[in-house]
Nanobody, 124 residues
Framework: QVQLVESGGGLVQAGGSLRLSCAAS????????MGWFRQAPGKEREFVAG????????LYADSVKGRFTISRDNAKNAVYLQMNSLKPEDTAVYYC?????????????????WGQGTQVTVSS
């Protein structure tokens, strides 16, 4: 498994930007598909973005397409989520997750390592 620690969350006004980071440890990071998920109060955890092992394939939820950018640096064992044009509905706890498979998945069930989450709050 991969151990994951998120950082970079905070409070921002609508229209602002934040960059989330996820530091990974463990030898399997480079063999892992990585994803960002989020969970708002009273809602299910939902897929935000995913990136393949070497960054050649990327997938976004429709709600963040054009505003968020996922990237990874395998040399630093890290994955990032650049969030621009933030909206109040982006408010949630954001989680980094690792998937030992080959393809990016939108399902939480296929991710076997999770970070503790970082809070993002967007004020109107």
């Amino acid at each position: 498994q991969v151990q994951l620690v998120e950082s970079g969350g905070g409070l921002v006004q609508a229209g602002g930007s934040l960059r989330l980071s996820c530091a990974a440890s463990g030898r399997t990071f480079r063999r892992s598909v990585m994803g960002w998920f989020r969970q708002a109060p009273g809602k299910e955890r939902e897929f935000v973005a995913g990136i393949s092992r070497y960054g050649s394939n990327i997938l976004y939820a429709d709600s963040v397409k054009g505003r968020f950018t996922i990237s990874r640096d395998n040399a630093k064992n890290a994955v990032y989520l650049q969030m621009n044009s933030l909206k109040p509905e982006d408010t949630a706890v954001y989680y980094c997750a690792a998937n030992g498979g080959v393809d990016i998945s939108r399902s939480t069930l296929l991710y076997d390592s999770w970070g503790q989450g970082t809070q993002v709050t967007v004020s109107s």
